[in-house]
């Protein structure tokens, strides 16, 4: 017997398991699991439109809010700003790999890849361009979710060491309201994105072709 045929039409509660019909539903509406009240399955309303124009909007934020300055601190009187880049270096310098690592990791190098991954995923549905491949992506992009928030937890740990290690005034500056605004274009093109939709559309033009 083909179980994949019988997992078409069910869905499965995400916290305890309970299956369902799958059920249909229109833009805006959510089903809720009976057993635990979590939601089973969510339209989103103009997800793919939405993702696109967020992530459009965190790419422009990117460069600002990398390369321009986030902090200013006042030291023996002169003046120095660092951007998010020049943090990573600075912790280099002063033997701090583990923290840059991570700081780079989190604070750069995930939240980008996320943009780029929901960028690229809402343009292929926006204008039709779906590859098999897709699948694979999506599953990599699905992955990244889990380290979403840390990039917000080690922003704060990058003020909280600039304050520790230069203990002088603290200036925010313009780069920290880009990169702040970029988080947030970053997180909101990845909340946008209707999995369930996306799954459902990847499953029916790449794996039921044989059913
Ligand atoms: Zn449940």
């Given at each position: 017997?083909?179980?994949?045929?019988?997992?078409?039409?069910?869905?499965?509660?995400?916290?305890?398991?309970?299956?369902?019909?799958?059920?249909?539903?229109?833009?805006?509406?959510?089903?809720?699991?009976?057993?635990?009240?979590?939601?089973?399955?969510?339209?989103?309303?103009?997800s793919i439109n939405?993702s696109f124009?967020?992530s459009?909007?965190?790419?422009?934020?990117?460069?600002?809010?990398?390369?321009?300055?986030?902090?200013?601190?006042?030291?023996?009187?002169?003046?120095?700003?660092?951007?998010?880049?020049?943090?990573?270096?600075?912790?280099?310098?002063?033997?701090?790999?583990?923290?840059?690592?991570?700081?780079?990791?989190?604070?750069?190098?995930?939240?980008?890849?996320?943009?780029?991954?929901a960028f690229y995923i809402s343009f292929s549905f926006k204008?039709?361009?779906?590859?098999?491949?897709?699948?694979?992506?999506?599953?990599?992009?699905?992955?990244?979710?889990?380290?979403?928030?840390?990039?917000?937890?080690?922003?704060?740990?990058?003020?909280?060491?600039?304050?520790?290690?230069?203990?002088?005034?603290?200036?925010?500056?313009?780069?920290?309201?880009?990169?702040?605004?970029?988080?947030?274009?970053?997180?909101?093109a990845?909340?946008?994105l209707?999995?369930?939709?996306?799954?459902?559309?990847?499953?029916?033009?790449?794996?039921?072709?044989?059913?």
């Amino acid at each position: 017997m083909d179980n994949r045929l019988n997992t078409k039409h069910i869905v499965a509660c995400h916290l305890c398991d309970a299956l369902y019909d799958k059920p249909h539903l229109k833009q805006g509406q959510t089903a809720k699991c009976n057993r635990c009240g979590s939601t089973l399955v969510e339209r989103k309303v103009d997800s793919i439109n939405r993702s696109f124009y967020w992530s459009i909007a965190g790419i422009i934020l990117l460069a600002p809010g990398i390369l321009l300055p986030i902090i200013g601190v006042t030291l023996a009187k002169q003046y120095h700003h660092a951007s998010l880049l020049d943090c990573v270096v600075v912790l280099i310098e002063r033997g701090f790999f583990m923290i840059a690592t991570l700081l780079f990791l989190f604070a750069i190098a995930v939240p980008v890849v996320r943009l780029f991954g929901a960028f690229y995923i809402s343009f292929s549905f926006k204008y039709n361009r779906l590859k098999p491949s897709m699948l694979n992506f999506f599953r990599a992009y699905h992955h990244l979710d889990n380290w979403a928030m840390l990039n917000v937890f080690m922003l704060g740990i990058v003020v909280s060491m600039y304050k520790l290690l230069d203990d002088t005034e603290l200036t925010i500056n313009l780069g920290l309201f880009s990169f702040t605004l970029f988080l947030i274009t970053s997180t909101m093109a990845s909340t946008t994105l209707d999995q369930d939709y996306i799954w459902d559309k990847l499953e029916r033009e790449f794996i039921d072709d044989d059913s």
